[in-house]
């Protein structure tokens, strides 16, 4: 009898171990979202300068970390229900088929609202030509 109670309690503690590792791999940090670049010009007329289009895309329920973008942003969202939290004013809830614009290094993160579908926001910058299109900010 106490044999059987010795090989349960060491199968129910590895059985707690191995949850606890593979917890611990799901809940790994995972990235926010992704963005693709779609095209990137030189402007005509405006040395040093290029215009890119971006598609950003926002996991489900996930939130992007606080940054800033060196240029002018022009955004639409494309898919989804976001919140965009922008440093200095309230939070303000964009869905498909609206638009706004961030000033060139103006902090700010987003949140997606929904826990099942992505966010896609198509975006517009004028930066400064081959830099970085964000920085981090803690």
């Known amino acids: 009898m106490s044999r059987k ?4 309690s060491l199968i129910f503690a590895m059985g ?3 949850g606890m590792i593979g917890s611990q791999r799901i809940n790994a ?3 926010p979202g992704k963005s ?3 095209q990137r010009t030189d402007i005509a007329g405006i040395e040093g300068k290029e215009a890119v289009i971006i598609l950003a895309e926002i996991f489900p329920g996930a939130v992007t970390p606080k940054h800033y973008h060196p240029g002018n942003e022009l955004s639409y969202v494309l898919e989804g229900f976001m919140i965009l939290e922008v440093e200095g004013r309230p939070p303000v809830t964009y869905s498909v088929g609206e638009s706004y614009i961030l000033p060139a290094k103006q902090v700010h993160y987003a949140k997606n ?3 099942t579908a992505p966010v896609k926001v198509l975006s517009f910058a004028i930066v400064d ?3 970085p299109l964000s ?3 803690k």
């Not at 109670?5 to 349960?8: D, Q, S």
């Open 5 to 8: 109670v010795i090989i349960l």
């Open 16 to 18: 707690i171990a191995i």
């Open 29 to 31: 940090q995972q990235p």
């Open 36 to 38: 693709t670049v779609l």
């Open 113 to 115: 609202v929904s826990m």
């Open 129 to 131: 030509k081959g830099q």
């Open 135 to 137: 920085f981090p900010v």
